[in-house]
């Protein structure tokens, strides 16, 4: 069992930026694919970025084309915890933020393929 809990949503102007973080409780944190997605109101929760086991202590980094160049996902092992650095917001990128937790070590943009989810927090990016 993975529980996680997100936190550094806020209200921010368009252009700034905003770093989100989840920890996760639980053992073997290393050995779990972590993912970011969010859901604006009125839309279905879509992907964002993920982190993908890929052996030894290195993981590949997978983004959504509407986020690529501006978004970056990183984890810290030895804190279990999975951070978000979003650049450059629009107000499109408007939403509810959740952390999510696999153990498929493979490239997963799917919201089936996530076992573990986070509570959400909210980022609100103002023209």
């Known amino acids: 069992q993975v529980q996680l809990v997100e936190s550094g949503g806020g209200l921010v102007q368009a252009g700034g930026s905003l770093r989100l973080s989840c920890v996760a409780s639980g053992r073997s944190f290393s050995r779990y694919d972590m993912g970011w997605f969010r859901q604006a109101p009125g839309k279905e929760r879509e992907f964002v970025a993920a982190l993908t086991w890929s052996g030894g202590i290195t993981y590949n980094a997978d983004y959504a084309d509407s986020v690529k160049g501006r978004v970056t996902i990183s984890r810290d092992n030895a804190k279990n915890t999975v951070y978000l650095q979003m650049n450059s917001l629009k107000p499109e990128d408007t939403a509810v933020y959740y952390c999510?937790?696999?153990?498929?070590?493979?490239?997963?943009?799917?919201?089936?393929?996530?076992?573990?989810w986070g509570q959400g927090t909210q980022v609100t990016v103002s023209a």
């Open positions: 999510a937790a696999n153990a498929l070590r493979i490239v997963a943009r799917g919201n089936h393929e996530y076992a573990y």
